[in-house]
C-alpha cells in the first residue's frame, strides 16, 4: 500500500495522541515528494532527518500558494479542482489543486458532524455574494455538499435576494426535527441584518460567521461584529468557521470566540518577529498551521494571522499581520 493510502486509510482516526506521529510522517512524506517545500527546506539548510518535534518543522509561507503548484507527488495526478481565495484578480489569488475533491468534501462533513451533529438534522442558508461571484471557492463547494447531505428542500444560496432569502428561512424553522444554519459573510451579515432588523424569521437561528468585508465595510474586531449581528438574531452567540483556501480543515467557534481544531488540524504560534521560533503553546503569537488533510499539497502553513491561544489549545484571531491582505475566512483586523 502506498504512503498515500495508508495515511488516508488512518486519517479518520487521528487523535490527540496520534497527531504528532502522524504529522512527522507526513512531514517526511512531503519535505521529499512536494517540489517547492523540498526547495524551500533546501533553501533554508534544514535537513528533513533533523526535525523530531512538530515546533521544529518548517512552515511553508502561504504566498507559497499565489506564487507555486503546491502538490505532492506532482508527476503522479493533474488537479481534478482547483479552489481560489478570494483577491481582485486571478493572479493576486491563491490556487489550491485537489488531486481529489472529495477528500476535501468527506473531511469537511466529517469535521462539520463532530461540532454540530448529523448533516440531515440541518438546514443550510448562505449569504456569500462575494465568493459566488469570483467562483471556485472552497466555502460555496463545502456549503453545496452539506446541502446536497441533508436533503433539505429548500436552496441554499441567496445571492442579494434578501426577501427570497427571509422567505426560506421561515419555510425551514417550520420543518420538524431540523435545525437552520445561516452561514454568511461578514458584510453581508450586517447588510441583511441592518434591512430585517430582528424579523421573526431571524430569530432562533445559528448563525456561522466566516469573517470579511472585502472592502465592503470598515472592519471590526470581532466583539464589534458579534454585538452588531446579536441586535438582529438575537442574544445567543455568533458561531464562526476558520478556514481559508489552502486548507482542506476547519476550526469552529460554538458562540464564545474561541476556536476548537478538530483531530485532523492543530495551530502552533510562532513569535510575529522570527518565523522560526514556534511553539506548541504560546500565549500569543502568528498562526501556524498544520493540516493532515493536505496530503497533496503542503499540510505545514505559515500565516499571516495573529491570535491568543488558550491552555486547552483554543485560539482566538485577533487580525491580519501588518502589510498582509485581508481575505478568506475569519480575517478581522484591528
Known sequence: MSFRAEFLRQLPAVSAAT??????????????????????LHQLGRAPAAVGALADIPFLPIEFFKTHDVRTEPAAWGPQEEFLSSGTTRQQRSRHLLRDPQLYRDNAARIFEQFYGPLPGWTFLALLPSYLEQGQSSLVAMVDDFARRSGQAQPAFFLHDHRALRQALAEAQQAAGRRVLLIGVSYALLDLAAEAGPAPELQ??????TGGMKGRRRELIREELHQELQRAFGPAGIHSEYGMTELLSQAYSLGDGRFHCPPPLRVLLRDPADPFDVAERR??????????ANIDSCAFIETKDLAVQHPDGSFEVLGRMDNSDVRGCNQLVM
Not at 432562533?204 to 460567521?209: D, H, K, M, N, R
Not at 500565549?283 to 493532515?292: K, Q, R, T
Open 19 to 40: 497527531f504528532e506521529a502522524a504529522a512527522l510522517a507526513l512531514f517526511r512524506h512531503q519535505a521529499a515528494h512536494c517540489p517547492p517545500y523540498a526547495a524551500y
Open 204 to 209: 432562533g437561528l445559528t448563525v456561522l460567521e
Open 283 to 292: 500565549p500569543d503569537g502568528a498562526i501556524n498551521v498544520i493540516d493532515l
